[in-house]
């Protein structure tokens, strides 16, 4: 095995998300909107710190429900940069803001995330971080990319020896179609 598989398994903080949610299908709003904002929130830092911060996140984001975090005000944003107990980033912060009413917007265009994400692939990873960076804010080539593997738009997810992997493609994730 390599990369994420060899020190996930078993792992305090990372067993379980490897286990039961990294690279497996996903199509529940909120779902999506709160792994987009995760990914979001781990730029430039640990992935083991947005999951040990991931209950506190939900419950500072309304668990990431997409009507009420875009009508987030500025006294909204002034709460969560003063919540310790989340990842206090200001450009972080909008981003998953602004993103909320993309997704608003998204289920008039296309009937949601999901359907968005369906309609567009496949996609390569250049040309779906293209799309991201001109549809969302704060979504460059790593976000996106880990974004779409977590979510099973992306191989790689897993190591092929990795017994999570088998998991993952009985679940019929989009990037094996």
């Known amino acids: 095995m390599s990369g994420y ?4 398994p078993r792992h305090p903080v990372h067993g379980v998300y490897h286990d039961t949610e990294y690279g497996f299908p996903v199509t529940n709003e909120r779902v999506l909107f709160e792994r987009l904002a995760l990914e979001i929130m781990q730029a430039g830092l640990s992935w083991e710190i947005v999951l040990k911060k991931r209950a506190a996140l939900n419950h500072a984001f309304d668990r990431f429900d997409v009507n009420k975090v875009a009508a987030y005000c500025e006294d909204d944003v002034k709460r969560l940069l003063d919540d310790a107990s989340i990842i206090r980033n200001r450009l972080k912060v909008a981003a998953i ?3 909320a009413g993309v997704l608003q917007n998204l289920r008039s265009s296309h009937g949601g995330f999901a359907k968005w994400l369906a309609a567009h692939h496949p996609r390569s990873k250049p040309e779906w971080v293209k799309l991201f960076r001109r549809t969302f804010k704060f979504t460059g080539g790593e976000i996106t990319g880990e974004f779409l593997m977590s979510v099973g738009y992306l191989s790689g997810a897993h190591s092929v020896s990795c017994p999570i992997h088998v998991k993952t ?5 989009p990037w094996a179609n």
């Open 5 to 8: 598989c060899d020190h996930a």
């Open 97 to 99: 803001i602004a993103n």
């Open 169 to 173: 493609l009985k679940s019929n994730p």
